[in-house]
């Protein structure tokens, strides 16, 4: 198993970076694919989908929701089948919040499994993890609102 964890500190309010978070996957500009399946205030399910190393990636994933606290997802589908990624929120300050994805997965192929569960982590998971981090911000950052 492999275990990986990005974080990012945010200017906005953690309200408004958790409601932007639950738009996921649409707030992240590198996916191709970006289809929220069924979002409600406790559940997300969506299909997503990018490009990388010029190889079409595309999975599924639930998501439970704890309002303005976590999202924790599953993928569902795909090439990382069992992945899970837990967003944590925190405020820091009235304006400032940290947030956190915490990611765990397991390959499961005899004898290479540990080996190619190092290089997904690497360049695939960590890297989207990253990535997508970024993209919240900058979406929250682009849409603060001050009181």
């Known amino acids: 198993m492999v275990s990986s964890k990005s974080s990012i500190s945010i200017k ?40 990388r190393f010029g190889i079409n990636f595309e999975w599924s994933g639930e998501g439970l929701k704890i ?22 929120f925190k405020s820091v300050d009235e304006y400032t919040t940290s947030v ?5 997965f397991q390959v499961k192929i005899p004898l290479i499994g540990n080996p190619v569960e190092r290089i997904l982590s690497y360049y695939l998971v960590e890297n989207t993890t990253r990535n997508i981090l970024a993209e919240l911000k900058i979406a929250s950052e682009e849409n603060m609102v001050l009181a």
């Open 12 to 51: 906005n309010r953690l309200k408004d970076v958790y409601d932007i978070a639950t738009t996921y996957p649409r707030f992240v500009r590198f996916f191709n694919k970006k289809v929220v399946l069924i979002s409600t205030e406790s559940f997300l399910s969506v299909k997503v989908g990018m490009k």
């Open 67 to 88: 309002p303005n606290q976590t999202i924790s997802f599953v993928q569902t589908q795909g090439l990382l089948k069992g992945l899970k990624a837990v967003w944590e």
């Open 100 to 104: 956190n994805i915490k990611t765990d």
